[in-house]
């Protein structure tokens, strides 16, 4: 069984800042793709940062330059920094892994459960 515990949400001033963390744990080998999502209350999901395995980020336009994702490979962790936040930053945030399944030994996507960010005016 693999699980995605992600930590560090909550609610902040506009202004402010968050880390979020996301661990996978479980019979998994390498993992490869990693990704931050939001979802904004009554809206689609969207993908806001992605890092591979190699280190190669990207984040969306929205929140550029305020936002950095990075990565421990030895704690099997990934890491949201989330800064200058704005209210339409509000919304659930999701983390998405690709790790090698070692039950199935196929890669297998993975989601967390989410954690609520809410960024007050």
């Known amino acids: 069984q693999v699980e995605l515990m992600e930590s560090g949400g909550g609610l902040v001033q506009a202004g402010g800042s968050l880390r979020l963390s996301c661990l996978v744990s479980?019979?998994?080998?390498?993992?490869?793709?990693m990704a931050w999502y939001r979802q904004p209350s009554g809206k689609q999901r969207e993908r806001v940062a992605t890092?591979?395995?190699?280190?190669?980020?990207h984040v969306a336009d929205s929140v550029k330059g305020r936002f950095t994702i990075s990565r421990d490979n030895a704690k099997n962790t990934v890491y949201l920094q989330m800064n200058s936040l704005k209210p339409e930053d509000t919304a659930v945030y999701y983390c998405?892994?690709?790790?090698?399944?070692?039950?199935?030994?196929?890669?297998?996507?993975?989601w967390g459960q989410g954690t609520q960010v809410t960024v007050s005016s």
């Open positions: 998405n892994v690709e790790a090698l399944s070692m039950a199935l030994q196929s890669t297998v996507a993975y």
């Open positions: 479980g019979s998994i080998g390498s993992v490869n793709f």
């Open positions: 890092i591979s395995s190699s280190g190669s980020t």
